[in-house]
């Protein structure tokens, strides 16, 4: 490119953009249970090594071993889609920017992405609760 003066000006492609925040900003489950003393970095790092079904598996058994007895009657067959969705509109909400950007990051049109938010009460999670009662965005 010719500049003004006649000198060639270069175009800078390793110059990082500017990321701007959006409103998801403050959303980040990891930072949200560190905060609560629900994990830690050495937890963090352990839960990293383990596949997502090992830990599914995991879970479900310690469950039962905390009840002593074989858990019967609840449908977990069923329950599953609807609680892989929630973990899966949580990483949504905090790797991405906007609603927007977390609905194309889902595959999903924004409308149906904004129902299922409503739907599953998502955005709860996300506030702390205040010591009047009030909850606030992180």
Same mark, same amino acid.
């Given at each position: 490119m010719v500049g003004t003066g006649g000198e060639k000006e270069e175009w800078?492609?390793?110059k990082k953009k500017k990321r701007i925040p959006g409103k998801n900003k403050y959303y980040s489950v990891s930072r949200k249970f560190l905060r609560e003393n629900k994990t *830690?970095? =050495?937890f =963090? /790092? /352990?839960? *990293?090594s383990l596949t997502l079904e090992d830990i599914i598996a995991l879970k479900l058994e310690l469950s039962m071993k905390s009840s002593g007895v074989p858990i019967y009657g609840i449908p977990l067959w069923k329950a599953v889609r609807d609680i892989c969705k929630d973990g899966m509109m949580k990483l949504a909400l905090s790797a991405t920017r906007s609603k927007r950007e977390a609905a194309n990051f889902l595959g999903l049109q924004?409308? =149906?992405f904004k129902n299922e938010l409503s739907r599953m009460n998502i955005e709860t999670f996300f506030e702390e609760e205040k010591e009047d009662g009030?909850? =606030?965005r992180e």
């Open positions: 800078m492609a390793w *830690n970095k =050495e =963090e /790092i /352990i839960l *990293n924004l409308v =149906e009030r909850r =606030e």
